[in-house]
């Protein structure tokens, strides 16, 4: 192999190696002497995902040209930037994660014949540059994401747009129309089915957590009021820390009510009144920011891994406002909420799985995943809440360790499924880390502080904090894993997901 002045250099490698004599180069000290290791393309025909993510590493000068399919028809630069940047916007507004959302912009750009492109992701910014040649000025066009849901179903279309452009089978004018297809495409489940998911997982996680039937109704139905009082204030434009503080505060009311009178109903003594709020905590928890927070910072996208972080901060302080002031109120009248009574949770193995699954049947639901996703999430929620079982409850290892260990297999699994069906690994990933969040554990870290023992309260908080980490780091070091040993389709045959492109 020699470069331009036809100096040997060895394979694989890129960097200078030296002149004759092998005497150093000028700047060899700034260089490993043995070279920088080049970066492998994976082949023709692998994921896109993978393909434009290794190539967003790459310089772009050293970046391979982009395959002309059709070099009589020419596209319009600007027109190829809008719709890169209005797919990268539906992404990143889905809470996909930042490499992912750069490496689909830099697929739909690359694949319409763009090649010195450069994409950037922050939370709340888009843009795009793109340089015709080195003698030229660059275009550059950026987009602000003003609105953010949770909308899977959604974010499965794009990925199969994306899918279908980047294999060259949608044209820019058929992109804009499918994209405009998908804007319009309604949720899959309306307003009155997402209240009624927030009730039933409220209700599973009571159980989860040693719960009965009156403290399943009890959560569900403090659940439910929670959730129609934040679309309530959602409705009236007001800001997610005020809607999350007031949909925390019907499950804590409903605590203190159930343990101050729970006396009065017939076969209800020694119901466990935490179970209720912790449940109606589970149900609020911002599991799919912190997975996205922790995703962009290991991935090196530390700014948007700043922002979603303190995006969770303030959600969770907002959590935190509105329970704790129902505490305050119901320790004021004489509520006996005992913090002892987490001794108990962990009773019946088998109830607890199948309240995991429903749990997790539940989260997806409130994702807008499709319906063909559900009972695929719904059994990776029970096999991460049946290894943290095994791990935990039966071996009596750390609680942290079994939470990262069944958030891995999460990852993984996620992955494997993500792949299979050639979208994101979101919808399969997000509903099942819902049985491992820190539910229990952040309430009895308030709990504590409103009883005055803040040296308590502070360590279950903070324990609480390692659990949501373990979660995150977990479920990142599966999908890694599973990007390391899976092997990549090769090029023969026409991939599975094109057919499933078509229809949007």
Known sequence: MTDEQGEHKEPGRRGEQGRA???????????????????????????????????????????PAPAVRHPATTV??????????????????????????????????????????????????????????????????????????????????????????????????????????????????????????AGLLAGAASILVGGNLIIFVAAAVAAMLGDRLAWLLAGRGLPEFYQFAVAAMPAAA???????????????????????????????????ALVAAVQDGLTGFYITASARLLEVVYLVVGIVIGVTLILYAGVGLGADLNPDQALRAYDHPWVQLVAAMVLTLAFAVLLQCERGVLVLATLNGGVAWTVYGVLHQQAGGNQVASTAAAAG??????????????????????????????????????????????????????????????IAIGVNLGNEIARLVLKTPGPPGPRRAAKRTRGF
């Open 21 to 63: 004599g092998g005497e150093p180069v000028m700047g060899s000290a700034f260089t490993p002497p043995e070279g920088v290791p080049m970066v492998v393309l994976p082949p023709e025909g692998a994921l896109w995902q993978d393909r434009m993510r290794t190539m967003l590493r790459m310089p772009s000068t050293e970046r």
């Open 76 to 197: 319009s630069v600007p027109r190829v930037l809008d719709l890169t940047l209005r797919i990268g916007e539906l992404l990143l507004a889905g809470g996909e994660g930042a490499e992912d959302v750069e490496a689909a912009m830099f697929g739909v750009a690359f694949a319409y014949g763009l090649a010195r492109v450069e994409p950037t992701a922050t939370f709340t910014l888009l843009g795009i540059s793109y340089q015709p040649a080195l003698t030229e000025p660059p275009v550059t066009m950026s987009r602000t994401v003003r609105r953010r849901g949770t909308d899977y179903t959604r974010l499965a279309a794009v990925f199969h747009l994306v899918d279908g452009i980047t294999a060259h089978e949608v044209s820019l004018e058929d992109a804009y129309r499918r994209l405009a297809d998908i804007r319009r495409n309604r949720h899959p489940y309306g307003s009155w089915a997402l209240t009624g998911a």
């Open 409 to 470: 297999l999460v990852g993984l699994f996620g992955q494997l499924m993500a792949r299979y069906r050639y979208v994101s690994v979101l919808p399969y990933v997000t509903a099942a880390i819902g049985p491992l969040l820190p539910g229990s554990a952040t309430y009895f870290g308030l709990l504590a502080v409103t009883q005055h023992h803040l040296s308590q309260g502070l360590t279950q908080l903070t324990k609480a904090a390692a659990l949501a980490m373990a």
């Open 254 to 288: 409903m605590g203190v009510v159930v343990d101050r009178y729970a006396h009065w109903i017939p076969g209800a003594t020694g119901v466990q009144s935490s179970a209720v709020i912790t449940g109606g905590l589970f149900a609020l928890l911002p599991g799919r």
